[in-house]
Structure formats: C-alpha cells, structure tokens
C-alpha cells in the first residue's frame, strides 16, 4: 500500500512500526517522504496514495475522494507556528510593522497560512502586503538576510530560530489557543474513500502505540530522514506533535479542525464543505 508523509521526526516516529512491518496484519508500505506542500497538490490532484499527511487546511479541497482518519495527524497545544521578523527592542512585538510588508509563507494551504490571515486581519491594519510562497527551511534566511520583512516558520524553527538573530513577532498557537480554548490542528492524515478506513485507522493508532512503548526503536529510522536535525530538536519535535490527539482526535480535536475551517471560510481562505464529511 502506498503512503506519503514527511520526513519530519513525528511523522517517521509515528509511522516507524508499521513501515517496518511490525503492525500484525497491515499491509506493507510503499513510503513517499514528501513536504506538506507536495501532499496537498497530490490529495487535490487525486494522483496522490492511498493514504497521505496533509495539512488540516486543504482538507475542503480534498474530501470529496478522501476520507480524515481519527489518528495518526498532528494536533496540539504549544505547537504553533511563529511569525519572526528581525525587528528588536520595543518594536520586535508592534504586529503593525507588518502593514504593506513582505511575508514568506511555506505554503497557502496550511494551518499555518490561515491562522497568520486570520491573525492579520484582527491585527495588522491596512493587513500585508505581499504574501511570498517558499520552502520552509529558507525562510529564516531570508528574513536574516533582509531579503524578506518577516517570515512564518514550522515545525524545528521554533527551537533554532535565535541562532539567525531574529525576533518573535508572536506566536499564532498561543493565539489561537487563548482566543479559542482548542487545540491546533495542523496535519491530517486522510485514505482513499475505497480503502477499509475502519481497519487503516487501527494500523495506524497501533503504530502510535508501539512508537510510544518502545521508543528507541524508531531512532535510528528518524534521525536518518531528520535533515541534519540534532538528536536533541529531533526528540523536541516528536514530544512536542506527538501526544494524545496522534492517538485519537476526540472531541476536540474535531471541534478545532471545523472552528479553524469554518472561520477561514468565512474569509474566503477556503472553500465551504459540509463539516458532517469529517466524520464520514
């Protein structure tokens, strides 16, 4: 069966058992490491795997062929995405120095893209200027180096940003925990409508299972795909995007995905979808 996920240390922790034949009765798996980017266009395409990581944020493009499964994704509090700039001193925090600027984003369908507009339009007057697309391991250089007025990082970034010298404009998951008491939703895992979801969910939630109980089994398999990525930010990212919402999404796990979907739509982020596909 094949599988896209990224490279990133929660993903390969999470999916380590079941890549490596150790989930009694699931299929093998024919694995695409692949950025977010590249699996929303796949899933939205439809040429995509049969199951697949995107962000929560493309899923209204997508779920007419594709199903959400309940596990294996990324949610969480803490764990949101920053806006740096290389401002310092009493102006570093000011969002209005964001007004008609450049902004470097990773991507236009991620949850990291909606909760900064939706951020934006409560705090930038006037909003942005130009919104700049690029992958997400260049955009703190390019904030560093002036090319770019501020930038919105993922994921490791929120551990390394000090060593390029740049600034904390403000951090969205605090944001949006403190003006929605949810969690943030940020990767999806989805299936092809045609599979067994019921059964593809166990595989997955019994992988999660096994990462958590046997821990050092997966190290060598995440540090191989972690990009240079020490052990010790590889360890902070896995603790920090692997927690009791990879196991079960809950309650309110899917009232953040239908709060953040419902409000992008109604800036025209996204399109509308009928929230009750969620859970079919």
């Known amino acids: 069966m094949k599988i896209a996920y990224s490279p990133c240390p929660n993903d390969t922790f999470v999916f380590h058992a079941w890549a490596h034949g150790l989930i009694p009765g699931a299929p093998k798996l024919d694995v695409l490491y692949a950025d977010i980017d590249i699996t929303n266009r796949l899933a939205a395409e439809g040429t995509g795997p049969e199951v697949l990581k995107i962000s929560y944020a493309a899923l209204p493009w997508v779920l007419k062929d594709y199903a959400l499964l309940p596990c294996g994704g990324a ?3 803490g764990c949101g995405p920053l806006v740096l700039t290389k401002n310092s001193g009493s102006s570093a925090s000011d969002p209005t120095q964001l007004t ?9 369908r991620s949850t990291a893209y909606l909760l900064f507009r939706l951020w934006a339009a409560q705090h930038v007057p006037g909003g ?3 919104i700049v697309v690029m992958p997400f391991h260049e955009i703190m250089p390019a904030v560093r180096d002036g090319r770019i007025d501020a930038g919105l990082v993922i994921h490791e970034a929120r551990f390394t940003y000090p060593s390029y010298n740049l600034s904390l404009l403000t951090d969205l998951g605090n944001w949006w925990e403190s003006d929605t008491g949810l969690p943030i939703p940020l990767g999806a895992i989805i299936a092809h409508r045609s599979m067994d ?4 969910a166990g595989w997955a939630r019994a992988s999660v299972e096994y990462a958590w109980a046997h821990p050092e089994a997966s190290r060598d398999y995440v540090m191989q795909h972690a990009q240079e990525m020490n052990p010790e930010v590889a360890q902070a990212h896995i603790d920090l995007y692997v927690n009791e919402f990879t196991a079960n999404l809950g309650e309110s796990g899917y009232g ?22 969620l859970l079919k």
Request: glycine share 10%.
């Open 75 to 77: 949610l969480g509090r």
């Open 100 to 108: 008609g600027r450049r902004v470097a984003v990773p991507s236009e």
């Open 197 to 200: 979801l019921e059964a593809l």
């Open 256 to 277: 953040a995905v239908t709060t953040l979907l419902e409000r992008a739509a109604k800036e025209g982020l996204v399109p509308q979808m009928d929230y009750a596909a």
């Open 128 to 130: 942005v200027g130009e």
